[in-house]
């Protein structure tokens, strides 16, 4: 079963970064697609996410500041966000697709 540990949220202040990573454990996928979310009130949007051959996908609100990669050996990614604002305040999800979550990380953006 896989089973998802994430860490790295927290507070930041606007325009610092933060470095998010996200360890899958209980699977021995060689080929494997894993990504991040975030949840607000309001809405549940993709932040990036990176396929199996190390393809990405960047979110619109998100585009130019940040960048997710891979390390498949031990299944692994990381997001490094950089000149963070008061909007990325969220709850940030990792997902291994299709279907398993993470348990979560709030990141709050504030001074």
């Known amino acids: 079963q896989v089973q998802l540990v994430e860490s790295g949220g927290g507070l930041v202040q606007p325009g610092g970064s933060l470095r998010l990573s996200c360890a899958a454990s209980?699977?021995?996928?060689?080929?494997?697609?894993m990504g991040w979310y975030r949840q607000t009130p309001r809405k549940r949007e993709l932040v990036a996410d990176i396929?199996?051959?190390?393809?990405?996908n960047y979110g619109e609100a998100v585009k130019g500041r940040v960048t997710i990669s891979k390390e498949n050996s031990n299944h692994t990614i990381w997001l490094q966000m950089n000149n963070v604002k008061p909007e990325d305040t969220a709850v940030y999800y990792c997902?291994?697709?299709?279907?398993?979550w993470g348990p979560g990380t709030q990141v709050t953006v504030s001074s």
């Open positions: 997902l291994y697709y299709p279907n398993i």
């Open positions: 209980g699977t021995s996928d060689r080929f494997f697609a």
């Open positions: 396929t199996n051959f190390g393809g990405t």
